[in-house]
């Protein structure tokens, strides 16, 4: 039985005098940070997270594609609202495409039976992600006549619902059955308006916590973290998977130290593609420039973000990534893809560099061009201000209003 020490915090704004229900996948970085910004308008919010019983088996098995499936890794119960209570759902499955179809009945018949378990009362409904969680929240709205809201984050609307007639079917029929949907992209919107959905539509990016991403002392967080204080510092955050597109940030290196030798890059993050990265790495002998320090707790990542020169994402895709609102909330220049979202906010050289996906030499070059810039992280941070948890918090409030 998993023991968690939970650190509440006491900040209670307003009471609507309702209950809110949240299903999600984790409880963790943006979802939670989305879900404890809106508790203040509830006077209970009761959060439902997917669980795999089989990736515990990590304790004993250290299989880097567990790693993230964990449940101490997927619920972090630090700085918790005090009218919120998380409980898991646990569902055994096979973490297979095969099985993924099957998981929504499944998702919803573990929801269900928390539901009775722990008496949890609810007047909303805001499922994140289309799959399972969506398809819950649908099916649970349907039983209760209660208002629905569901937040499509990335590849549960770019991909998802495209692969097949069947996905298309399951995607649309979330959507439709929302009474809201929320999604982090006008990018996302252009695949949502791609599908047969009437539900009104909302853009709200992501955000950051400026009480935990700020700018700090880049030594002191250096030293804290035993980097050099000699060499140009890059880091990337995410889960090691192929769309994250780390590989072409290794190839990247291996040109970028062509031309200087005074880089050090940490990916910083644990999943399925973590061996694989590590032969290439050893495979380019860019083992004294390139670590793979693994996964960190989310409130670890800021003093990772403030070690670095420059901070690096390499996506294939995404929808509107947090860790770049968690990057320019420090001060420091994002170097990404032009993929998603993610031209919708670096709008300006000022802020950072953008790249084509899945081209490792432009990506080198844009590299060597970041670490020689002049960057002025104040007019950064000050751009990051309106990205915060609290201002996203408020707008999707107003949504809540509207159908309560």
């Not at 649309?172 to 929320?182: C, G, K, M, P, Q």
């Not at 996964?295 to 294939?316: G, Q, R, T, Y």
């Not at 994002?334 to 709008?347: A, L, R, S």
Request: charge should be positive; aromatic fraction near 12%.
């Amino acid at each position: 039985m998993l023991q968690f020490k939970i650190i509440r915090s006491s900040v209670f704004l307003n009471q609507s005098g309702k209950k809110a229900l949240y299903i999600i996948q984790a409880y963790n970085n943006f979802q939670k940070e989305s879900i404890n910004s809106t508790c203040s308008y509830f006077k209970e919010c009761s959060v439902l997270v997917r669980s795999n019983p089989i990736s515990e088996f990590y304790k004993y098995i250290k299989t880097p594609f567990l790693e993230t499936f964990k449940l101490d890794y997927k619920i972090d119960l630090n700085n918790i609202p005090s009218n919120l209570r998380v409980y898991p759902t646990p569902i055994v499955y096979a973490p297979l495409k095969s099985q993924y179809k099957k998981l929504g009945e499944k998702h919803l018949k573990a929801v269900e039976k928390s539901i009775n378990k722990n008496k949890i009362e609810f007047d909303l409904i805001h499922s994140h992600f289309t799959w399972s969680a969506g398809y819950t929240g649908a099916k649970l709205k349907e039983k209760y006549n209660i208002p629905f809201v569901v937040t499509g984050h990335g590849y549960d609307i770019y991909d998802l619902p495209f692969q097949d007639d069947e996905w298309k079917e399951k995607i649309e029929y979330v959507l439709n059955s929302a009474d809201r949907i929320i999604t982090v992209s006008n990018s996302n919107l252009s695949y949502i308006k791609k599908l047969n959905v009437k539900t009104p539509v909302h853009i709200l990016p992501n955000g950051y916590r400026p009480d935990q991403f700020h700018p700090m002392d880049m030594e002191k967080c250096r030293n804290a973290l035993g980097i050099p204080l000699n060499r140009k510092i890059i880091v990337a955050v995410g889960n090691l998977v192929e769309i994250k597109g780390h590989k072409y940030l290794i190839d990247a290196m291996s040109e970028v130290v062509k031309h200087r030798k005074d880089v050090l890059c940490f990916i910083v993050g644990g999943g399925e593609m973590k061996h694989k990265l590590k032969r290439q790495i050893k495979k380019t002998d860019l083992e004294d420039y390139v670590k793979l320090p693994g996964s960190k707790l989310h409130n670890e990542i800021p003093m990772w973000i403030n070690a670095c020169d420059i901070f690096v994402l390499p996506s294939l895709n995404e929808g509107n990534p947090t860790v770049m609102f968690e990057c320019l909330g420090c001060g420091k220049p994002f170097i990404g893809t032009k993929v998603g979202g993610v031209p919708e906010i670096i709008v300006s050289d000022d802020y950072g560099l953008l790249v084509e996906p899945a081209n490792s030499q432009k990506l080198a070059e844009t590299i060597l061009w970041g670490l020689d810039k002049t960057w002025d992280s104040t007019k950064i941070y000050a751009y990051s201000a309106q990205f915060t948890w609290e201002q996203i918090g408020k707008n999707i409030i107003d949504i809540y209003k509207i159908l309560l």
